[in-house]
């Protein structure tokens, strides 16, 4: 089986290449394949990863509709989303700006100390989400060879270094083929398109599977599950965590660097906006249509057998339906690689531009490059190595810490980091008199919040120091202040965006700016 599989994933690879390699070769020959708007809307639900794919499942077995959340804000908000987007499309194309850190630098004086900020919250967020990827890989891997999920000795024992290190050659070969930051990765997206339509296709059939063969349709599952679960409890309803996990998917459909990255600057034609805001909604919907009976399918055929998250790599193989169990196994796999492609390549677009060069401009020994023919030549080997750094510090993160977690634990954390983006980002566009000062001491503050709130008390309980602080405290971080009811994430994201916001408008309206920072507001806000 796992010599079945190891040629499946391969050639599935090479197709991926040979799509992603068709996608340039056509756009030299100036028949480009992105300037499809159905393409650049496809494109958008790398949007739907492993997470998606996999833990959705896992939220529906846990937390009931709660799993919908994550995809009713970005519906929600989609006529908003239009508008704000345009407008950043627009400007980005006026200032040449290659990624979310300058976009956000640029408007507040092209500050070098706000565009490095920028950057590390985005790694600190989003390698975890990262590691995420690897990790549901690898768990599928290991259920559909029937192998051990624990952790190899051996670096070269573990199938997640493989898979890393062709991750990085990918992004490589076709982020980094040309020196203008600012230029369009159009065989990199034509994939991207591909792997969206190739794992919903992959789920609607795991999920069609399931509910009318495994089990004769939705309301076979339901009776069933009445009398083992209690459904009542899957349906609750909190006001407080619904309307938090909803706001914060709305601002993750923005400013996750990936989402950033597709829907802004790899833009070809803002009239694609106009199919996008109802096409990518369709997709959201026919993705998350089988969730709940596959969740509830799994519940009965396997109990506790599995964890929640494997249900949908574990019924076919249950059922002795290999062939399904590798199909379903490509869907997620597609799901894992499209985010981690794109992720990557924006991350390093930003330690490229925004710290590794700055920082090189200051070493003799490099700054020579920049008086001669090798300024090129230094600038795309930035970009390689930011990209390999990158996933190695994922598969590093995956091999000491992701273990501990949940695939959906994991990508709550990455969501509320790149939201602490939204005020400086949104409000610089639209609000003429923010200040340079209040866009720093903002994301300073919320990150400092996130790290406080949701961060610490990971790390504390990996490290066994559970008794660090007594709940009845105030500054208990999953009650600070004495903020109760609650789930982690929603009370980390409550507090993270509220300070954030709160120092935003004050500082901006007690400091003044530059008239740099005046320039670049009149050209972000009158664009």
């Given at each position: 089986?796992?010599?079945?599989?190891?040629?499946?994933?391969?050639?599935?690879?090479?197709?991926?290449?040979?799509?992603?390699?068709?996608?340039?070769?056509?756009?030299?020959?100036?028949?480009?394949?992105?300037?499809?708007?159905?393409?650049?809307?496809?494109?958008?639900a790398v949007y739907c990863?492993?997470?998606?794919?996999?833990?959705?499942?896992?939220?529906?077995v846990k937390d009931g509709l709660d799993f919908i959340l994550i995809y009713l804000g970005p519906v929600l908000f989609m006529p908003f989303w239009w508008a704000i987007t345009r407008k950043m499309i627009r400007i980005c194309r006026v200032h040449h700006i290659s990624s979310l850190a300058d976009f956000i630098s640029s408007r507040y004086g092209k500050s070098f100390f706000l565009g490095g900020l920028v950057t590390i919250v985005s790694v600190l967020g989003v390698v975890p989400y990262i590691s995420l990827q690897l990790k549901a890989i690898t768990q599928g891997l290991a259920i559909l060879t029937k192998e051990s999920i624990q952790q190899p000795l051996y670096f070269y024992q573990d199938y997640a270094i493989y898979i890393t290190l062709f991750m990085a050659v990918f992004t490589i070969y076709f982020g980094t083929r040309n020196i203008e930051s600012t230029s369009r990765n159009e065989?990199?997206?034509?994939?991207?398109?591909?792997?969206?339509?190739?794992?919903?296709?992959?789920?609607?059939?795991?999920?069609?599977?399931?509910?009318y063969i495994a089990f004769d349709g939705v309301g076979d599952i339901f009776g069933?599950?009445?009398?083992?679960?209690?459904?009542?409890?899957?349906?609750?309803?909190?006001?407080?965590?619904?309307?938090?996990?909803?706001?914060?998917?709305?601002?993750?459909?923005?400013?996750l660097p990936r989402q950033f990255q597709v829907a802004v600057l790899e833009n070809k034609n803002e009239k694609h906006l106009k199919k996008a805001i109802w096409l990518f909604p369709v997709y959201l919907l026919l993705i998350n249509l089988f969730v709940l009976p596959i969740a509830l399918g799994g519940n009965i055929l396997l109990g506790d057998r599995f964890e929640a998250d494997q249900y949908i790599m574990a019924i076919p193989l249950h059922l002795n339906q290999p062939v399904m169990a590798i199909v379903t196994y490509l869907g997620g796999f597609a799901a894992a690689t499209s985010m981690i492609i794109v992720s990557s390549l924006a991350l390093s677009l930003m330690l490229t531009n925004n710290i590794l060069l700055p920082l090189a401009l200051k070493i003799p020994s490099l700054n020579k490059y920049y008086n001669g023919r090798g300024a090129n030549k230094l600038v795309l080997n930035a970009r390689r190595f930011s990209i390999l750094a990158i996933l190695l510090l994922a598969y590093l993160y995956l091999h000491f810490i992701a273990g501990s977690f949940s695939l959906v634990s994991i990508g709550f954390i990455s969501f509320v980091a790149v939201a602490q983006f939204a005020p400086a980002a949104i409000g610089g566009i639209y609000w003429r008199d923010a200040t340079k000062m209040g866009a720093k001491v903002s994301i300073l503050v919320g990150f400092g919040v996130w790290v406080y709130t949701l961060v610490l008390p990971n790390i504390l309980e990996i490290t066994g120091y559970t008794n660090w602080l007594q709940p009845e405290s105030i500054l208990y971080p999953y009650s600070l202040l004495g903020l109760k009811g609650l789930s982690p994430v929603a009370h980390a994201?409550?507090?993270?965006?509220?300070?954030?916001?709160?120092?935003?408008?004050?500082?901006?309206?007690?400091?003044?700016?530059?008239s740099k920072e005046h320039n670049q507001a009149e050209m972000f806000v009158d664009i």
């Open positions: 089986m796992l010599l079945v599989v190891i040629i499946v994933l391969v050639a599935y690879l090479f197709l991926l290449f040979g799509i992603a390699y068709l996608g340039d070769k056509r756009a030299k020959q100036g028949k480009s394949l992105v300037k499809n708007p159905y393409v650049y809307a496809l494109s958008l990863t492993a997470w998606t794919y996999f833990g959705s499942v896992g939220k529906a065989g990199l997206i034509t994939a991207i398109a591909f792997e969206s339509v190739f794992k919903l296709l992959a789920f609607l059939g795991i999920g069609i599977f399931v509910t069933l599950a009445v009398k083992q679960i209690n459904l009542k409890q899957l349906f609750t309803f909190d006001g407080g965590d619904w309307f938090a996990l909803m706001f914060l998917s709305m601002l993750a459909i923005m400013f994201f409550f507090w993270s965006i509220s300070m954030n916001l709160l120092t935003y408008v004050g500082v901006s309206l007690l400091s003044s700016q530059s």
